[in-house]
Nanobody, 121 residues
Framework: QVQLVESGGGLVQAGGSLRLSCAAS????????MGWFRQVPGKEREFVAS????????YYADTVKGRFTISRDTAKNTVYLQMNSLKPEDTAVYYC??????????????WGRGTLVTVSS
C-alpha cells in the first residue's frame, strides 16, 4: 500500500505562485508514474501533470502547459508541482496520484486526500 500526503495549498492572488508537495510512504516503487489531478465541485476530476518515477520530462494538460512544472525527488519519495502565473480558473482541490503503470491512467491506483488551491482575482 502507498500513502500519499499533499501539502502546499493555500490562497494566492492571480499571477502568483505556489508549490505543492506530495510525499509517498509505505510501499515504495522505482517504476510507474506520479502526478497531479484537480477537481472543482460539480465537475469531473481532471489530469494536470505527471512524471515517470524513473525520470524524464513531465506531461501536462494543455491548460497548464508553460505555467506548471512537475518534478520529483527520489531520495525523498516526493513529487512537486510548481505552479506559476496562477489564474482564478486554477482554483480547485489538487490531488496527488500514483500508479505502477505508465502513462498515468485516468483512474490511478493511489490517491492523496487533496489540498485546496484558491486563486483570487
Amino acid at each position: 500500500q502507498v500513502q500519499l500526503v499533499e501539502s502546499g495549498g493555500g490562497l494566492v492572488q492571480a499571477g502568483g505562485s505556489l508549490r505543492l508537495s506530495c510525499a509517498a510512504s509505505g510501499r515504495t516503487f522505482n517504476r510507474g508514474t506520479m502526478g497531479w489531478f484537480r477537481q472543482v465541485p460539480g465537475k469531473e476530476r481532471e489530469f494536470v501533470a505527471s512524471i515517470k518515477w524513473s525520470g524524464g520530462s513531465g506531461y501536462y494538460a494543455d491548460t497548464v502547459k508553460g505555467r506548471f512544472t512537475i518534478s520529483r525527488d527520489t531520495a525523498k519519495n516526493t513529487v512537486y508541482l510548481q505552479m506559476n502565473s496562477l489564474k482564478p480558473e486554477d482554483t480547485a482541490v489538487y490531488y496527488c496520484a500514483a500508479d505502477l503503470s505508465f502513462p498515468m491512467p485516468k483512474a490511478p491506483d493511489y490517491w492523496g486526500r487533496g489540498t485546496l488551491v484558491t486563486v483570487s482575482s
